[in-house]
């Protein structure tokens, strides 16, 4: 709908899942976790770490994951597709992140 008028043309906004969201999930796979117990906590923290990895890239998991069809030589991120460094200091406020996402969706 543009000004009030229907439109056949498809309308598409990306919206980002916020950070309020994201720690309402990561919280309640601790809490269920902790309340119906687990059989590998690596388990949890894996899930908890990706989604958490997967917001401040805010990228898909098809972007930084592999599919089995896909065919090129690189098709995940990789431990040299994050350069961390630290600038201007030598606090945690400092360090600066440069990360390479390859895959992302119509760059493939």
């Known amino acids: ?3 009030g008028r229907l439109t056949r043309a498809p309308i598409h906004e990306t ?4 950070a309020v969201l994201l720690q309402r999930i990561m919280v309640a796979l ?3 976790a902790l309340e119906e117990g687990t059989t590998n906590w690596d388990r949890v ?19 930084i ?5 896909d065919t090129h030589d690189l098709p995940f991120l990789c431990y040299k597709d994050i350069t ?4 201007g200091g030598t606090r945690i406020e400092h360090l600066v992140a440069l990360i390479v996402i390859r895959n992302e969706k119509a760059k493939k």
């Not at 919206?15 to 916020?18: L, N, R």
């Not at 994951?65 to 069809?69: C, D, I, L």
Request: with cysteine; glycine share 8%.
């Open 45 to 63: 923290l894996q899930k908890v770490l990706s989604l958490l990895l997967l917001g401040a890239l805010a990228c898909r998991l098809g972007d």
């Open 30 to 32: 601790f809490r269920r």
């Open 65 to 69: 994951t592999k599919h089995n069809k």
């Open 15 to 18: 919206q980002w899942i916020g």
């Open 1 to 3: 709908m543009q000004e």
């Open 84 to 87: 961390i460094k630290l600038v």
